[in-house]
C-alpha cells in the first residue's frame, strides 16, 4: 500500500513538475550595472533563468549594459568572459539558475584577474575597416588562453549596433560601425 502511494506520488510529482514553464525577471538597461523588471515565463523548453552585465571600453569610453531574463545557452553561464585589445575591452558575467524567479538577486561580477598567464596574442582595434594597418603584442591575463579574431559589426550599448538590429540614432539614422577585434578572450576551464 505505502509502495503504491510512493509511486503515485512520483507519478503526480513529474506531471506537475515537467507541466510548468520556469519564470524569470526580464529587465534591460543601458549605462546600469543592474536593472528590475517583471517575471515572465520562458517560452522554450531546456531556458534557463539568466541576469547578466557587460562593460564595454573603447577608447577610454566605458558604457554598461545589465540584463535579465530566460535564456538557452548554458555555456556562457557563471564565467567572466574577458576580450581585450589594444582599444577596446568587454567585460561580459552571466549568472544562471533554474528555479522560478531566481534571477532577482542583485548582480555581482567578480573582479577580474589581472595576473599574466604567459601567453600572448597580436592585437589591433580598427573602426571604419576590416583591416588592421599594425599589431601589438599584448599579454593574456587570468584564464585567457585563445587570440581570436573578428570582422564586421558590433553592438555598444547605447551608441551603436550592427545592422540586424535595426538601431537608429536619435537623427534617425542608423548607427553603425564596422570594427576589426583582433586579441584574444578567456575562457574559464573548470
Not at 512520483?10 to 517583471?38: F, H, R, Y
Not at 531546456?46 to 577610454?60: R, S
Request: aromatic share 8%.
Amino acid at each position: 500500500m505505502i509502495k503504491s502511494l510512493i509511486i503515485s506520488l512520483t507519478i503526480v510529482s513529474t506531471i506537475l513538475w515537467t507541466g510548468e514553464p520556469l519564470c524569470c525577471q526580464t529587465c534591460k538597461a543601458i549605462g546600469a550595472v543592474d536593472c528590475a523588471g517583471e517575471s515572465v515565463e520562458c517560452e522554450n523548453d531546456g531556458d534557463v533563468c539568466a541576469q547578466a552585465v557587460e562593460y564595454h571600453l573603447v577608447y577610454e569610453d566605458m558604457k554598461t549594459a545589465a540584463f535579465r531574463g530566460c535564456w538557452n545557452n548554458t555555456m556562457l553561464c557563471d564565467r567572466p568572459y574577458v576580450v581585450n585589445t589594444t582599444d577596446f575591452s568587454l567585460i561580459v558575467h552571466y549568472e544562471c539558475c533554474d528555479t522560478n524567479n531566481c534571477n532577482s538577486d542583485p548582480i555581482e561580477v567578480p573582479p577580474v584577474n589581472t595576473t599574466e598567464n604567459g601567453l600572448y596574442c597580436k592585437a589591433c582595434f580598427v573602426e571604419g575597416s576590416y583591416k588592421c594597418k599594425e599589431y601589438v603584442t599584448i599579454a593574456c591575463t587570468g584564464y585567457q588562453g585563445d587570440c581570436f579574431e573578428f570582422y564586421g559589426d558590433a553592438c555598444r550599448p547605447g551608441v551603436w549596433c550592427r545592422d540586424v538590429l535595426q538601431k537608429t540614432g536619435e537623427d534617425g539614422n542608423l548607427q553603425r560601425r564596422d570594427v576589426n577585434v583582433k586579441s584574444h578572450h578567456g575562457i574559464r576551464t573548470r
